[in-house]
């Protein structure tokens, strides 16, 4: 019986490991680095392509077009997205393809804003804003150097 005494201290105690353990081993999921905007938008990149379609067409078209695309770094997209807004040099524009939460499980969301006016010309500063279905916004800031032509 005392043998028994004496081993159930060190029982107890070798079971019960510090808690820091189990916390080392634990992976970071999506919930705690949301709360880290900064670290959020470093896991994803942001592209912004402006188009001017000079295709033949009966009617002149008046407006060039953007293909807005929120890739993750590594893995797929652990939420739906959705673009919710579009700025170029301070000028809002809200035509988009898509206006619902998409894009979960995929490598890519990809958006078009439309009704962007001929007359813009590069370089261009454009804002974008990107938000999930639990509210997470994402904010980029970028340069377009460029507008693409398409024959």
């Not at 890519?108 to 007359?119: A, D, F, L």
């Amino acid at each position: 019986m005392k043998k028994l005494f004496l081993v159930l201290p060190i029982f107890f105690f070798a079971c019960s490991g510090p808690k820091d353990m189990e916390a080392a081993k634990k992976e970071v999921t999506y919930e705690e680095i949301k709360d880290n905007k900064e670290n959020l938008e470093d896991q994803y990149t942001c592209n912004i392509e402006i188009i001017n379609n000079l295709m033949p067409s009966p009617e002149p078209r008046k407006y060039m077009y953007a293909i807005v695309t929120l890739l993750p770094h590594e893995g797929k997209l652990e939420q739906n997205w959705k673009l919710s807004s579009f700025q170029i040099d301070g000028q809002d524009y809200s035509v988009f393809d898509e206006t619902t939460f998409s894009s979960k499980d995929l490598l890519i969301y990809r958006n078009t804003v439309r009704e962007i006016p001929k007359g813009i010309k590069a370089p261009l500063s454009a804002k974008v804003q990107f938000e999930n279905e639990q509210g997470t916004k994402l904010t980029y800031h970028m340069e377009i150097l460029k507008v693409f032509d398409v024959h």
